[in-house]
């Protein structure tokens, strides 16, 4: 299948004649980002006044002014400026997108204008890369932001909210991400070294493109980095790189670009950490416990990091929980536009080959020391040191422990990820009719992909101290008889002791196509458009694990470090039963159409309505659930192949010369199927499956303004949003879901000449509930990130960035729906205050 897809995407260019090839060059869509170091102000707002041409999730490139759709974009220098260097600092950035970043740099969540973010990554927003997804699906185990990395080959970022991007792109209703790359259209380079100030990493970034010749261009950039990172691990936690290169020939008409990208990247992921919760649900009070500092403490440790334990395959190994999350990305594409009998004609196709692993250090039930022991080891029950330092040697006052006396019960997570190999091509043709006195555009394409989730994930359960300085160890748990209930600090060799959950093989590979197409009129001051899209989803493939039920085993004994004595925990050994395979034989087809009308009511303003219908297909949530029959691999219920997301519209748009305002109400309604990973109170982690309706309103400001060397940026949107309805859970109906915050809100003002940029980045968010329950509540927080750069020379800039300058604790997620009686709650936290300088120079 994948070389006739290659054969398909290859087999256009055959009709390009040498003589095309020598033509002069094509228009790009995308003007080159050429001010990193521009400090010319009337050459800005000359910028700032003219047309702005969109051209990511829409038939053709147009004004924004003349499109029914909601738009924004970031150019590159923009995002250097803020000194964002992840995916989520990027997106926090952008009105109606919500992100929830506090994982690190990778695996963060975001969702858009109220729609559901029920489980982690991104389910109805696609994040692509030059106009193909990064993965097929955004909310894999993985997010798409796994194998995305802003840098300095990054020309510009689009985005597209609802409107016509459910057309457009498949799994996307409710909107559209494309991170473009540079060219080599505008010629020249820049080297930039980095470092951090009050935290431990170093950074080299760099880039070039240049033209070889009048039709011939090329662009080349990466970056590599290493250190701690901005949280104490006690081990360099950030290591790896990128680099992207793109080659691009020009002819009349049109062009052809090749393009490869090769990743190799570790980045830590920080999970729930403990924190201590007092008050009333409704007006709690969150404060770090002893020796444990929510916003710069982690529970990675260079002492919790050999772990052993059997692999997908059963075998005995080892596993290093400093790897992090390993990720390593092997793309080539090619991409070409060109005429054919007045018809633009534009083909993409992409090849990745993406794998990797990511490993995690969870904290569950977090007690006081004794309890947890008496818990586990009865009365009388003893703790020593595993691991670190003090290996061996007995904890004689539990109280003092760590300084707050607390033990947890931890998971340490293993996701082998041998293949999430990802195929896309993409292929349309335009063309443009007069038809009396206006322009008729019609668009007809399809769209292809094959996306591979092959993958292993390998829990096991250990017992931990709670401190946050990169110094935390294994604990071993005697009883009152000297029987170890632990071994090096592992409780059982399973994901919870006593079960075989979360030990899976999964084998799996989603198709899907989609034919499409779209008309659009303009006529005088008014543009009407209409788009349309089918697709048609398959999966096919194996899975492997006792929880799948039907009489499955998960669990034996094993002689892990071969003494030959099985201990308690070696009882408790999970593993895959790989001789019952469970059958994945499903698919899916799914209507989604968008229509819009924009008026021009003058040549500086313009209002829009837009209605739409789209769909988001069912990938591996989906799996491991009594959604596929473990028997015959078939969905229990058709209607569960996809997710439903309807969506209404209207707006206004100002630009004259200096100042651009938006303004859009929005509405959405949602129905989807999903599974969400709910923490008990024992601590262990249970798989819940959602079948839910979800209504949200709204409305979204987005505006800019400039004076001289004075400019701010500013968005904001406000979303009132409900659990319309809840089939396993009536008793949540009507409630707010978990996470959802009235309003959210950024602004960026600054102050700009020859010499001097200075600036600062707020974002923030209003208070939100914990759980969908609705009990304990999430505070609010503003963020203000503060940049400054200083040019003492044409080519030379320096570089001050502090990222949440006031050390402001913010909270993204609360385990716990309500205050438990321990007063002890799982939170993940946003990074606190990091300082970082750059020098520049520009060639």
Do not use: C
């Amino acid at each position: 299948m994948k070389l006739s897809i290659l054969l398909f995407t290859v087999a256009p260019f055959a009709l390009l004649s040498p003589a095309m090839a020598q033509m002069s060059s094509a228009p790009q869509s995308q003007p080159e980002d050429t001010s990193a170091t521009d400090a010319d102000a009337e050459a800005r707002a000359a910028n700032a006044s003219r047309t702005e041409v969109f051209t990511t999730g829409v038939a053709k490139g147009r004004d924004r002014l003349d499109s029914a759709t909601s738009t924004s974009s970031l150019r590159g220098s923009d995002i250097q400026k803020i000194g964002a260097r992840s995916v989520a600092e990027v997106l926090r950035n952008i009105p109606g997108i919500r992100v929830e970043a506090s994982g690190g740099d990778v695996n963060n969540s975001f969702t858009i204008r109220g729609l559901p973010l029920a489980s982690s990554g991104s389910k109805y927003l696609q994040l692509q890369e030059d106009g193909l997804p990064v993965l097929e699906y955004g909310d894999l185990f993985v997010g798409a932001d796994v194998f995305l990395r802003p840098d300095f080959n990054l020309n510009a970022v689009e985005t597209i909210r609802g409107g016509s991007a459910s057309t457009f792109a498949s799994n996307s209703p409710g909107g559209v991400i494309n991170f473009i790359s540079r060219t080599g259209d505008a010629e020249g380079g820049a080297v930039q070294v980095s470092a951090g100030l009050d935290f431990d990493e170093k950074r080299l970034d760099f880039d070039y493109g240049t033209r070889i010749s009048d039709t011939l261009r090329f662009h080349v950039g990466g970056f590599y980095r290493a250190g701690e990172g901005p949280r104490e691990t006690g081990y360099t936690a950030y290591r790896g790189g990128q680099l992207k290169l793109n080659v691009t020939k020009d002819f009349e008409g049109g062009y052809i670009r090749l393009s490869g990208k090769y990743l190799d990247d570790r980045t830590p992921t920080y999970l729930s950490v403990p924190m201590s919760v007092s008050g009333t649900n409704s007006d709690p009070e969150y404060k770090y416990i002893a020796n444990f500092d929510a916003n710069s403490g982690s529970l990675l440790s260079p002492h919790v990091a050999n772990i052993v334990t059997l692999d997908g395959n059963n075998n005995l190994a080892r596993k290093d929980l400093r790897d992090g999350v390993h990720t390593i990305a092997k793309a080539i594409g090619l991409e070409s536009q060109f005429e054919v009998a007045g018809w633009t004609i534009t083909e993409k196709f992409r090849y990745a080959d993406l794998s990797g692993q990511m490993t995690q250090f969870q904290y569950g039930l977090t007690l006081p020391g004794a309890t947890l022991a008496a818990m586990f080891g009865g009365p009388g029950a003893t703790l020593s040191y595993a691991t670190g330092p003090n290996a061996g040697q007995a904890i004689a006052d539990p109280a003092s422990l760590n300084g707050n006396g607390l033990l947890s019960l931890a998971v340490l997570r293993d996701m082998e990820l041998n293949s999430l190999d990802v195929m896309t091509n993409d292929i349309r043709a335009t063309r443009q009719w007069t038809v009396g006195d206006g322009v008729l555009t019609t668009t007809a394409g399809f769209y292809k992909s094959s996306q591979t989730v092959d993958a292993d994930w390998l829990f096991i359960s250990g017992i931990s101290d709670v401190r946050g300085d990169g110094q935390g160890a294994l604990v071993d748990i005697t009883r009152a008889g000297g029987i170890p209930m632990t071994q090096n600090g592992i409780i059982a060799y399973s994901g919870q002791p006593g079960s075989a959950a979360f030990r899976r093989k999964y084998d799996v590979e989603f198709d899907v196509m989609a034919p499409y197409g779209s008309l659009n009129f303009m006529i005088g001051k008014f543009a009407i458009g209409g788009s349309i899209r089918y697709d048609i989803g398959k999966a096919e493939g194996s899975l492997f694990g006792a929880d799948l039920g039907g009489g499955r085993v998960g669990l034996m004994a094993y002689d892990i470090n071969g003494d030959g004595v099985i201990s308690l925990p070696e009882r408790n050994t999970a593993f895959i039963p790989l001789d019952r395979p469970a059958p994945v034989n499903f698919d899916y087809e799914y209507l989604s159409y968008s229509a819009g009308i924009n008026y021009r009511v003058a040549e500086p303003l313009a209002v829009f309505a837009r209605y739409s219908r789209g769909g988001r297909g069912a990938a591996d949530r989906v799996l491991f659930t009594p959604i596929v029959s473990p028997v015959t691999g078939e969905l229990a219920d058709e209607r569960a192949g996809h997710d439903t997301v309807k969506q209404a519209e209207a707006g206004v748009k100002y630009r004259k010369n200096n100042l651009t305002l938006n303004l859009t109400g929005f509405w959405a309604k949602t129905q989807e199927i999903n599974q969400q990973t709910v923490v008990q109170p024992d601590g262990t982690l249970v798989p819940q499956i959602i079948v839910r309706g979800y209504k949200a309103m709204g409305a979204e400001f987005e505006g800019s303004v400039r004076h001289g060397p004075f400019s701010i940026t500013a968005g904001a949107t406000y979303t009132d949003a409900e659990i319309a309805s809840d089939t396993l859970n009536p008793a949540i109906e009507g409630n707010t879901p978990r996470h959802q915050p009235k309003l959210i809100f950024q602004a960026t003002p600054q102050f700009e000449n020859d010499m001097f940029t200075v600036g600062a980045n707020f974002v923030g968010t209003t208070s939100s509930f914990a759980q969908d329950s609705n009990q304990l509540k999430m505070p609010g927080f503003t963020v203000v990130n503060a940049f400054l750069q200083f040019r003492p020379t044409e080519r030379i800039q320096l570089s001050l960035n502090a990222n949440n300058l006031f050390d402001v604790t913010g909270l993204t997620d609360v385990a716990q729906a309500a205050i438990p009686a321990s007063g002890i709650v799982s939170v993940r936290a946003i990074n606190g205050r990091t300082i970082s300088t750059s020098l520049r120079f520009d060639f």
